[in-house]
């Protein structure tokens, strides 16, 4: 089995959290794959463009021409420590999550956190006027905020749930996830201020969806009917074997005819000699079916 047979076949095995990660994980080694090519080739633009497909920009005029970035953004990083801490968290409050909640859902936050915080990106620098002279050039990436989406909402939903801090002991969910969107998303708020905009923006429908959810509705069903759909769509679909029947000529069907009437005066004629319990159980059974056509 090769390398890719058998990325595709855990991938096709893994559950939605797990999924979620390896493709995160896969866009991050495809980025290191084209910063090499681009540094070999001396050449920085080959990286910059082929980001520039990927990152949602903050230019809503470049955006329109760019609808993809929405979701593209939410699985691009270029810095080992920005995947390897959005990852880890998306792991450690994504399994809590779905010890209470589905798989479904956990997609529906994630995407839901993701756009939300794209949105409020854009719209920030678009109507904060501190951000004017740098609009047309700033991009986001990261999945930042819909990872603070899923901690939001499993804090929201289980908030009495603890966890065992090294040094420190147990502390309840509900006061991880808050100190986590304050040092994330309001501490230094100058610095990367469009990050932590997305953040806030990202935590806000991870709230929203478990208030509706107790309330009985689903926020994300409309999300994962269009994921359904989409997976459909691009899921390949088995080959049909098409077989060709062969045509029997009237030579071969009196051929088998008679040899099939050959068989049958052996049985009778075995009958004959020493009886009908003399037959094995495939003459007995092919006896029967004889005299069922007859019949």
């Known amino acids: 089995m090769s390398i890719t047979d058998d990325i595709k076949r855990t991938f096709s095995s893994a559950n939605n959290l797990t999924r979620l990660i390896y493709i995160n994980i896969g866009v991050f080694l495809f980025f290191l794959i084209v910063s090499v090519i681009s540094f070999l ?80 990106y854009v719209l920030s620098f678009n109507i904060f006027p501190v951000f004017t002279g740098i609009v047309s050039e700033s991009v986001a990436i990261g999945a930042s905020a819909s990872v603070m989406a899923v901690v939001i909402a499993t804090a929201t939903y289980v908030p009495d749930y603890s966890i065992h801090f090294f040094l420190i002991g147990r502390i309840k969910i509900k006061y991880v996830a808050l100190a986590i969107l304050i040092l994330t998303s309001f501490m230094d708020f100058s610095v990367n201020s469009g990050g932590k905009l997305a953040h806030i923006g990202g935590a806000l429908p991870g709230f929203l969806y478990i208030v509706k959810l107790r309330k009985g509705k689903d926020p994300g069903r409309r999300l994962n009917s269009i994921i359904d759909t989409l997976v459909t769509f691009f899921k390949p679909r088995p080959k049909m074997k098409v077989t060709h029947k062969k045509t029997v000529t009237d030579y071969d069907y009196n051929k088998i005819k008679a040899e099939h009437q050959a068989k049958i005066n052996t049985i009778l004629d075995k009958i004959s000699k020493g009886g009908y319990d003399s037959l094995t159980k495939e003459e007995k059974d092919m006896l029967f079916s004889e005299s069922q056509k007859k019949n």
């Open 41 to 120: 080739f001396d050449n920085t633009g080959i990286e910059s463009t082929i980001l520039r497909l990927f990152a949602i920009p903050a230019s809503l005029k470049v955006f329109l021409l760019k609808p993809w970035t929405l979701i593209t953004y939410m699985f691009t990083h270029k810095d080992i420590w920005h995947i390897l801490f959005n990852m880890l968290w998306l792991y450690w409050f994504g399994r809590i999550f779905l010890d209470y909640l589905d798989q479904r859902k956990l997609v529906a936050v994630y995407l839901m956190g993701g756009i939300s915080g794209a949105i409020v």
